[in-house]
């Protein structure tokens, strides 16, 4: 995947406030560097807890109504887990797939040229224009699977 500059999304988050007639916020901007900088998708939970650390006045609810905000402007893309909620990463604008552990909650981002041509392939097959997808399959990690079979 493609990897812009922090400053990049920067600009972008600055633009998307001035547009929306809102104030410039340190929050968000805090928010934005955690999901920059994060190595993985984040629950708000954990986003929350990374941004006290750099702003440790901020308040959960904060960290709902900027993600919810983000994800209005397409700043961050989102994994749903049920129960659990959704998980967050940036939007760094390359599309992907995602393979995730119902017992661990790992996720394995992953790209294949020729699922994506299949799936045009469908949807054009039915009559539809393709506009945009998100596949999650769901399964046990290679360390869950192991754990699983020593169970049995």
Same mark, same amino acid.
């Given at each position: ?5 922090? +400053? ?10 001035? *547009? *929306? ?18 190595? @993985?998708?984040?629950?708000? &939970?954990? /986003?929350?807890?990374?941004? !006290? !650390? &750099?702003? #440790? =006045? ?15 402007? !397409?700043?961050?893309?989102?994994? $749903?887990?049920?129960? &659990? ?8 604008? #390359? ?6 552990? /119902?017992? @661990? #909650? !790992? ?20 009559? $539809?224009?393709?506009? =945009? ?5 769901? #399964?046990? @990690? ?9 169970? +049995?």
């Amino acid at each position: 995947m493609e990897q812009k500059e922090l +400053s990049h999304y920067l600009k972008k988050l600055r633009e998307a406030v001035r *547009r *929306r007639g809102l104030k410039h916020s340190q929050q968000r901007e805090a928010i934005l560097k955690v999901l920059y900088n994060a190595a @993985c998708h984040l629950s708000p &939970e954990q /986003i929350h807890q990374e941004v !006290k !650390k &750099e702003c #440790g =006045s901020v308040g959960i609810a904060t960290v709902y109504r900027t993600l919810a905000f983000f994800e209005q402007e !397409k700043l961050v893309c989102t994994i $749903f887990f049920g129960n &659990e909620g959704k998980k967050y990463e940036l939007n760094r604008g #390359g599309h992907h797939d995602h393979l995730i552990c /119902i017992e @661990c #909650g !790992k996720i394995v981002e992953f790209f294949d040229d020729e699922l994506e041509k299949l799936q045009e392939r469908i949807a054009k097959d039915a009559g $539809f224009e393709l506009l =945009s997808h998100q596949m999650n399959l769901y #399964g046990r @990690c290679r360390e869950c699977s192991a754990v699983s079979c020593q169970r +049995s």
